[in-house]
């Protein structure tokens, strides 16, 4: 009867994340569209500013809009490659770090401002220093990448596993438990809607990070395309750049709204 109970209310939970997802995504499709037209029509250069409009046509009804969506299609490919590389390794520091920084206070002190740091040094000026300590072109976007979800993330989930209760604490003493079993059994499942916050952060980061790391260090993807298209002046195809990347992002930021309420609906909450 419980489990029949559990899997109802999960597939409550579910549905409500799926049509808070929609709404979400409609909410902010109208905006992005209201900013988009707006802005175009602040600039007043058709040269410079492509609308919703020129953007379908570019995309869809020029000769040549099949290779030009396969072409972006493939270089987005790159991008959420290069973005997925550098969310699990920002992801992974940001939650082993908060977790040593629960445990013992002088790392917090020795981590904290090392996280403040890379946060607050424009990644353009960390690139030649990253290029010089790192060889390898996949560390080089997982670094660039994962600094860019890391500081967010660490800050969310420290505040998280630091928001168990007093009674808990106490009960996990009571039992024998130390501060790692504390750590494990009671912190990290409290942490969980803090954690699914630094996803919903750090998806959008990560795609930013990915497009900085093809602008100054590979070469490929949709940053560098991007980069290209301005420098030989194909506003086209920098606009249908800038929405594609947009869209994905929207994607992804929903897809993780609705393993977040999957998840916290599993396990209670």
């Known amino acids: 009867m419980n ?15 799926l049509g808070r997802a929609l709404g979400t995504a409609l909410l902010m499709l109208a905006v992005l ?5 707006v802005s175009v029509a602040l600039v007043d250069n058709t040269f410079v500013a492509k609308g919703p409009a020129e953007v379908y046509e570019f995309l869809f009804a020029d000769d040549d809009a099949a290779a030009t969506r396969a072409e972006i ?23 082993v770090a908060a977790a040593l920084i629960v445990l013992s206070r002088p790392v917090e002190t020795a981590v904290m401002p090392v996280a ?4 607050a040094v424009p990644l353009i000026a960390l690139t030649p220093i990253i290029r010089l300590l790192f060889s390898d072109e996949l560390v080089r ?5 994962g600094i860019v979800v890391l500081f ?20 996990v003493h009571v039992y024998g438990g130390g ?22 952060i750090s998806v959008p980061g990560a795609i930013t990070g990915a497009l900085l790391a093809e602008w100054l260090i590979t070469g490929r993807g949709i940053g560098s ?11 086209n195809l920098v606009w249908a750049c800038v929405l594609v990347v947009t869209l994905a992002s929207l994607a992804l930021y929903l897809l993780a709204q609705i393993a977040e309420s999957f998840v916290l609906a599993r396990y209670g909450r």
């Not at 967010?152 to 009960?171: E, F, H």
């Open 3 to 17: 489990e029949l109970s559990t899997r109802g209310s999960t597939g409550r939970a579910l549905v409500t994340g």
């Open 73 to 95: 299609v493939t270089a987005l490919g790159v991008t959420l490659g290069d973005a997925a590389i550098g969310f699990v390794a920002g992801m992974l520091a940001a939650t």
């Open 179 to 200: 501060p790692f079993a504390l750590l494990v059994r009671v912190a990290f499942p409290s942490a969980l809607p803090a954690l699914f916050a630094s996803v919903r």
């Open 116 to 119: 403040l740091i890379l946060r």
């Open 225 to 235: 395309m991007v980069v290209n298209a301005v420098g030989q002046s194909e506003n």
């Open 141 to 145: 976007v997982a670094v660039v990448s």
């Open 33 to 37: 569209t209201v900013v988009w037209v």
């Open 152 to 171: 967010p993330a660490l800050v969310n989930i420290v505040q998280g596993l630091r928001s168990v209760s007093g009674q808990m604490s106490d009960v």
